[in-house]
Each structure stands twice: as structure tokens, then as C-alpha cells.
């Protein structure tokens, strides 16, 4: 089973929204980290400038006595008489805040320097827990204005997408209702987009000439059906009055006979083929309000003689009477191409069902093997090699079930053909 379609806009912006989603994911921490490195930058930047602020305004007028007064005076500062590093180091650590009372981390700086003509270590630091609350913030911010953006180029985008394929679904849509024998051309829109334009005008070109190639079709068949009725009327006239001669042979009137049946096949053929022009044509307008059963009652009887020549036997229910609108004459061929078809395809001493329900017509046969459903409704489609049919029958019941917007199915089960008209 293939699997479900989509449509090509869906499928473009799904495209986007994964590329864009894909960017989110890796810009929002890029982001982060990249706001993360110029602030510890700037931080930086502040720890050394209060180092040189002590080291040139404060470290050359200090004394020894005035460090302890000194560290309890600066909070975020201290001198310290251990060994300093021998160059500036700058890094990060967590450290007990009393304040906060709990660990927190800090940027700290430590640097030697020299009060009295001592070397001290010189160490201040900065809480990062504002800046990390601030870079998260604007991390957010920035990932908010990304999902918006894209969001909004999604909708935007599919709102200006649509508009821009409008003339194409309407295109579309034209093609999906034309049917070439209602000779109805599709009209299309005019657009400004070239690519459009030009597949309407492709479009209409190819249903023209297609339209064109149906009417001198349909035409030749009409054409040729009508002038085929009087020879065949000849022909058959010449061979009931040959048949009739006392002096033929055995041989020579199993030959006439033979002929007889031909010109009777193909004197239905062309009867057919004038009917399903006639359909085209739209020839049955008339409609009026019928009764299926009604209907099947009159020509039932000469059904059932048909069938007992085969020793085939016809049983007819009726749980619901169903009244449509239809022409009489294409509902009377629709059933009773039906029945003639499930006597063809019917097995000695087999049966008949006929069922009529509210709305639907149900006619079952005894038969050997299925039919092929595949091309059961084409004209001119043999079930089998001896079949002797016209070929149209079936493709008749189907024009005059889609003229009228039935619906009509086949199955066979149990040894049983069975034909579903749906009204």
C-alpha cells in the first residue's frame, strides 16, 4: 500500500522548519558561550584595573601595620603575607559567601606586590552569579527571538506560499472535475506567475486537442453505426429468406444458420455502440421519478423464459422499494444488462438473486471462477476466449451508473458473482 502523500509546500516548509530548528540549537549555545567569554573578558578587565589602582594610588603610601585595617575595610580584596604567584593568574573558583550563605562562583585575580620592600600576595575577586543570571537571561532572550523569528517566517511564509500556488491548486482542481465526454473545457485563471501561465496554457492546449480527438471519435462510431443499420437489415433480410429456400442442405443451412447468429451479434454490437453514443451525447434528459421494482416487474417475466432455456432459475426479494430520478429507458438497459449478464455468466441449473434494498440493487449468479474485475467495466473486454458478448454491455451499466452518479462494484465470493448498484 503506497504510503500517504504529502503536499510539496508541506514538505518545504517542513525543509525550513528543521533547518531552522537546526540553527536554533546549535546558535543558542554558541551564543551563550560566546556572551559567557566577553563577559569573563570584561571581568578580567576589571580585576586588573583595580590591581593597578592599588598597585600606583594605594600599595606606594601602606604600611605594614595598615594591611589588617585594610583587608577588613575591602570585602572583595585582600593582602595576604604568603607567597604570590610570580606573574598576574587570573581564574574562576567557588568560595563561601557569608552573605549568601552558601558557595558562589567568583573571578579572582591574584598578583604580587610590594609594601615596605616586602612582597605580598594582592587577590580580588568578583561574584559571578549576577553575570551568569544575566548571560542566561540573554540567552533566553536571544533563543525567544530566533523561535519567534522562525515562527513567524513559517506562518508568513505559508500564508504568501499559498497565495502564490493558488493559481496552480486551481489548475488543479479543474483538472480533477474535467471529464472528456462532457465536453466541457476547464477555464483557467490568468496569472501573473510565467511558470503557472505557462502550464495553463499547456494544459489547455493538451484537453483541446484530446477533446477534439473524443468528438471525431465519438462522431465516426455514431457515424458508422448509422450507416451500418441498413446493410445489416439487408443482410439479415437476404438470410431469412435464403433459410427459408426448400431445396438447402444440411451443410448449406448449418452455414446460413452460423451467419444468422454473426449478423445477430453484430447487429447488437452496432445497437450498443449507437446507445453508448446517444449517452454521450447526453440524448436521455428526460428523468422523472421511478420505481426500481416497478420497473424490473414489467420486463420480468421475459427474464425469466431467457434464463429457463438455460435451466437457470430466478428468485427475486424486495425488503425496501427504492424510487429514483433517472431516465426510464437507461434504468430499464442498467438492470437489464445486469440480468443478461449474470445469465451469460451462469453455470447449468444455476441460479439468480435478484435483492432490492432501500437504495441499492444486489444481483448474484452461480458461477466456476471469477470475472476479471480489473477490466470488467471495459468496452470490448472478454472474460474468456468463447465468450460471445458485444463486449459493451457492462460498460453500458457503468456510463449509466456515473450519468447518474450511482456507484457500482463487483465481488465474488462462495461461487457466487455479485453486482452492487448503490443509488
Known amino acids: ?33 560566546t556572551i559567557e567569554h566577553f563577559y569573563l573578558n570584561e571581568t578580567d578587565e576589571t ?36 607567597p604570590p604567584p610570580s606573574d598576574d593568574s587570573t581564574f574562576s573558583q567557588k568560595a563561601f559567601d557569608p552573605l549568601e550563605n552558601e558557595d558562589e562562583p567568583f573571578r579572582v585575580l591574584r598578583s604580587p606586590v610590594v609594601i615596605e620592600g616586602k612582597t605580598y600576595m594582592f587577590s580580588t575577586r568578583v561574584n559571578l552569579v549576577e553575570a551568569k543570571d544575566l548571560i542566561e537571561s540573554i540567552a533566553w532572550l ?34 480533477e472535475q474535467f471529464e472528456i465526454d462532457k465536453l466541457h473545457l476547464p477555464g483557467f485563471e490568468e ?17 483541446e486537442r484530446n477533446v477534439q480527438s473524443y468528438k471525431s471519435q465519438r462522431e465516426f462510431i455514431e457515424n458508422a453505426a448509422h450507416e451500418l443499420q441498413t446493410p445489416l437489415a439487408v443482410f439479415q433480410a437476404k438470410l431469412d429468406t435464403l433459410m427459408q429456400q426448400p431445396e438447402l442442405t444440411e451443410s448449406q443451412s448449418e452455414i446460413l444458420l452460423r451467419l444468422a447468429e454473426y449478423a445477430s451479434r453484430l447487429n447488437r454490437l452496432n445497437k450498443n455502440l449507437l446507445l453508448l453514443s446517444k449517452i454521450d451525447s447526453s440524448q436521455y434528459p428526460d428523468k422523472e421519478q421511478l420505481s426500481l421494482k416497478n420497473s424490473i416487474d414489467r420486463q420480468f417475466d421475459f427474464f425469466t423464459e431467457q434464463a429457463a432455456e438455460k435451466n437457470i432459475s430466478i428468485d427475486m426479494q424486495v425488503t425496501e422499494d427504492t424510487q429514483l430520478i433517472s431516465n426510464p429507458v437507461l434504468l430499464e438497459i442498467l438492470w437489464s444488462n445486469l440480468l443478461l449478464n449474470a445469465i451469460k455468466h451462469n453455470t447449468h441449473n444455476g441460479k439468480i438473486n435478484i435483492l432490492l434494498e432501500k437504495n441499492r440493487l444486489i444481483i448474484s ?35 449509466i451508473a456515473e450519468l447518474n452518479s450511482w456507484q457500482i462494484s463487483y465481488s465474488f465470493e462462495n461461487n457466487l458473482h455479485r453486482f452492487i448498484v448503490k443509488f
Open 365 to 399: 449468479n452461480t458461477g466456476s471462477e471469477a470475472l476479471a474485475s480489473g477490466k470488467l467495466f471495459q468496452r470490448f473486454s472478454k472474460q474468456a476466449a468463447a465468450s460471445r458478448g458485444s463486449g459493451l454491455g457492462l460498460a453500458i451499466v457503468k456510463k
Open 47 to 82: 580585576l586588573e584595573l583595580r590591581r593597578k589602582e592599588f598597585s600606583r594610588y594605594q600599595a606606594p603610601g601602606m604600611k605594614a601595620e595598615d594591611i589588617a585595617t585594610w583587608n577588613r575595610m575591602n570585602y572583595n580584596a585582600k593582602i595576604e603575607d604568603t
Open 142 to 175: 536571544f533563543f525567544g527571538v530566533i523561535v519567534a523569528s522562525f515562527s513567524g517566517f513559517y506562518f508568513m511564509t505559508r500564508r504568501l506560499s499559498l497565495r502564490l500556488w493558488q493559481p496552480f491548486y486551481s489548475t488543479l482542481e479543474q483538472m
Open 191 to 207: 496569472t501573473d506567475v510565467a511558470e503557472f501561465q505557462r502550464l495553463n496554457d499547456s494544459v489547455k492546449k493538451l484537453i
Open 1 to 33: 500500500m503506497a504510503g500517504m502523500k504529502r503536499k510539496l509546500l508541506d514538505k518545504t516548509l517542513n525543509a525550513y522548519l528543521l533547518i531552522s530548528l537546526a540553527i536554533a540549537l546549535v546558535a543558542a549555545p554558541l551564543f551563550y558561550l
